[in-house]
C-alpha cells in the first residue's frame, strides 16, 4: 500500500534457525513480534509501530524433498536434487518464498495446483497466513504440512485438518509459519502454462494490478445476505467507486480495491475504508468484514 511509518525494531533472519532466535529473543524481552511477509495485504499506521517486526524477506529457498525422504524444512540442501519427475511432485518452500516463484516453478515442471494464485503478490508464510487464493484455488488446498514457530518457541508440524484454514484466513492465530511442504499434481507443462496464463489475463483485466494496493480489502459476504453479490458488487453498486481520501481512491477498475495515488497516509487509507463499510451497509444492509489486516501503531481508540 506504500502507507505507514516506521518499526522501532525489525529483525531480518536469514533462515529457520535465525528466525526462531528472533522470536525468542523477542519474546524473552516481553514482546510480541509481528511478521511481515511481502505486505502485500497489510495497512501499516502512520507513525513509529511499538516493538519488534520479524521480516522474512530473506528466507525465501524453495526446493525439491531430498531423496532419502526428509524435507529439509531447516536446512536447505547444498546441490540440485535430482530426482524423477514422475517420483515426487512435492515443493519445499520456506516462508519468504514468493507466491510468483512458487507459480512459476510448478508451472516450468508441470505440476498442477498452485496456478489459481497466478498473480497473486506476497510470501508463502503471508500466504498461508491469509489462505491467498480465488475462485481457481486456495494455498492451502495444496499444503501437506505446514511447519510452525509457537508463541513459546517449540517447533511443530501441522497438517491441514489441524489447522482448519478459512476462506481468507489459514487459522494460524498466534503462530508464526516457518516454511511447509505442498503436494501438487503431475499435468502437462503446457496445460499448467496455459491455465496460468489465462488466469493472470482475466486478473490482469479487472484488477489495478499495476498500482500500489494491499488487494482486496474486504471479505466476500455470505451470498445469502448480499443476494449473491460479491464485496466489489456491492461497492460498485452504492456508487462508491473514485470515492477519496487523500490521495487513497477506491479504484475506478476494481470497487474493492483501494489505491494509493501518491502521497496517501494510513490514515487516509483507513478513513476511506470506513467510509465504503458505512455507505455499504446503509445502502445495502451488509456489514462488509475486512480482509487486509491492519498495523496500529497503537490500540485505536
Ligand atoms: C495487486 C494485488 C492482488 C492480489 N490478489 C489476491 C488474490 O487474488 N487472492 C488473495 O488471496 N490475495 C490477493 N492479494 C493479497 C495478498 O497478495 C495475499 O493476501 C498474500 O498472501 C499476502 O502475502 P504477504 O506475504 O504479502 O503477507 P503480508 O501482507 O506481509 O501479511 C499478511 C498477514 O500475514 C501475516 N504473516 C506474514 N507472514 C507470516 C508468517 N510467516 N507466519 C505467520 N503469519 C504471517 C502477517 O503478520 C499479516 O497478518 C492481492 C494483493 C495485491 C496487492
Not at 451488509?286 to 480482509?291: C, D, G, I, P, Q
Request: aromatic fraction near 4%; charged fraction near 25%.
Amino acid at each position: 500500500m506504500r502507507v505507514g511509518g516506521r518499526a522501532e525494531w525489525l529483525l531480518e533472519p536469514r533462515d529457520p534457525a535465525e528466525l526462531r532466535a528472533a522470536w525468542l529473543a523477542a519474546r524473552e524481552r516481553g514482546f510480541t513480534p509481528r511478521v511481515l511477509g511481502g505486505g502485500a495485504n497489510l495497512i501499516v499506521d502512520d507513525g513509529e509501530l511499538p516493538g519488534v517486526v520479524i521480516a522474512t524477506a530473506q528466507l525465501r529457498r524453495l526446493f525439491r524433498p531430498t531423496p532419502d525422504g526428509g524435507d529439509a524444512l531447516d536446512q536447505a540442501p547444498s546441490g540440485a536434487v535430482a530426482l524423477e519427475r514422475e517420483r515426487d511432485t512435492r515443493l519445499v518452500a520456506w516462508c519468504g518464498a514468493s507466491l510468483p516463484s512458487l507459480v512459476s516453478a510448478a508451472r516450468d515442471l508441470g505440476w498442477s495446483g498452485l496456478e489459481g494464485l497466478a498473480g497473486v503478490p506476497g510470501q508463502l508464510g503471508g500466504g498461508l497466513a491469509m489462505n491467498a487464493g480465488g475462485r481457481w484455488g486456495a494455498l492451502w488446498d495444496v499444503v501437506e504440512r505446514v511447519r510452525v514457530l509457537e508463541p513459546d518457541g517449540t517447533l511443530r508440524d501441522l497438517t491441514r485438518e489441524q489447522c482448519s484454514p478459512r476462506y481468507r484466513d489459514g487459522n494460524l492465530g498466534l503462530r508464526l509459519a516457518v516454511g511447509a511442504v505442498l503436494a501438487l499434481k503431475l499435468d502437462r507443462v503446457a496445460d499448467v502454462q496455459e491455465r496460468c496464463r489465462s488466469f493472470l489475463t482475466e486478473k490482469n483485466a479487472v484488477q489495478p494490478v499495476s498500482e500500489h494496493s494491499c488487494g482486496c480489502i474486504f471479505k466476500n459476504p455470505d451470498p445469502e445476505l448480499s443476494d449473491g453479490r460479491s464485496a466489489g458488487r456491492l461497492i460498485d453498486d452504492c456508487g462508491a467507486k473514485g470515492l477519496a481520501r487523500g490521495d487513497a481512491h477506491v479504484s475506478t477498475l476494481h470497487g474493492n480495491f483501494i489505491v494509493n495515488r501518491g502521497a496517501a497516509t494510513a490514515a487516509d487509507v483507513l478513513t476511506l475504508i470506513e467510509d465504503v463499510r458505512d455507505l455499504v451497509l446503509e445502502k445495502s444492509g451488509v456489514r462488509l468484514e475486512s480482509e487486509a489486516r491492519v498495523w496500529r501503531a497503537r490500540p485505536a481508540s
